[in-house]
T-cell receptor
Framework: AQRVTQPEKLLSVFKGAPVELKCNYS??????LFWYVQYSRQRLQLLLR??SRESIKGFTADLNKGETSFHLKKPFAQEEDSAMYYC??????????FGSGTRLQVQP | KAGVTQTPRYLIKTRGQQVTLSCSPI?????VSWYQQTPGQGLQFLFE???????NKGNFPGRFSGRQFSNSRSEMNVSTLELGDSALYLC???????????????FGQGTRLTVV
């Protein structure tokens, strides 16, 4: 069965420090992976998707099929990056399977 | 353009009652998905509708049902409410099912249901 694991519930870093939010997945098919973000009192929104290999707000994520990982990275964290981050896997059954989420706190 | 709209935003119901939640997708979007978000279980997929047909269903009991109208608006119904149904219910719309061909799912702000 498909599964998305985000091992950290909370990640706290100082402004300007590098950030890595971990995501591992389990899926027998060809994965399509996404990162969603939810800022305080805002709706869940797409941050980036692996297929487009884009960088949004300085964040990047590389799909590593060997390690079944899709970690989200940013070289220098900003206070406005503080939010809840969800890794999601499209299973091909017309549904997204979400990880449990990681709360990122960027301290000044 | 207007985003995904969910009504009502907040709802308090008593055990045993039933409830109907509404979702208006972004204009032109034909796929509507529903998710349940709880602190314990996180975000879990309920079902997805496309062109008025339920195309997929998550692992929820039959008390959870839904439908989609010809204008793509969707409703979700929960009958015989239980305390454990208290959650934030999120609706997401996309042009085609989320994930296919790199399609993005746009989420509403959710309906917070409290069962007492």
């Amino acid at each position: 069965a498909q599964r998305v694991t985000q091992p950290e519930k909370l990640l706290s870093v100082f402004k300007g420090a590098p950030v890595e939010l971990k995501c591992n997945y389990s899926y027998s098919g060809s994965p399509e992976l996404f990162w969603y973000v939810q800022y305080s009192r805002q709706r869940l929104q797409l941050l980036l998707r692996h297929i487009s290999r884009e960088s949004i707000k300085g964040f990047t994520a590389d799909l590593n099929k060997g390690e079944t990982s899709f970690h989200l990275k940013k070289p220098f964290a900003q206070e406005e990056d503080s939010a809840m981050y969800y890794c999601a896997l499209f299973t091909g059954r017309r549904a997204l399977t979400f990880g449990s989420g990681t709360r990122l706190q960027v301290q000044p | 353009k207007a985003g995904v709209t969910q009504t009502p935003r907040y709802l308090i119901k008593t055990r045993g009652q039933q409830v109907t939640l509404s979702c208006s997708p972004i204009s032109g979007h034909r796929s509507v998905s529903w998710y349940q978000q709880t602190p314990g279980q996180g975000l879990q997929f309920l079902f997805e509708y496309f062109s008025e047909t339920q195309r997929n269903k998550g692992n929820f009991p039959g008390r959870f049902s839904g439908r989609q109208f010809s204008n793509s608006r969707s409703e979700m119904n929960v009958s015989t409410l239980e305390l454990g149904d208290s959650a934030l219910y999120l609706c997401a719309s996309s042009l085609i099912p989320p994930g296919t061909d790199n399609t993005e799912a746009f989420f509403g702000q959710g309906t917070r249901l409290t069962v007492v």
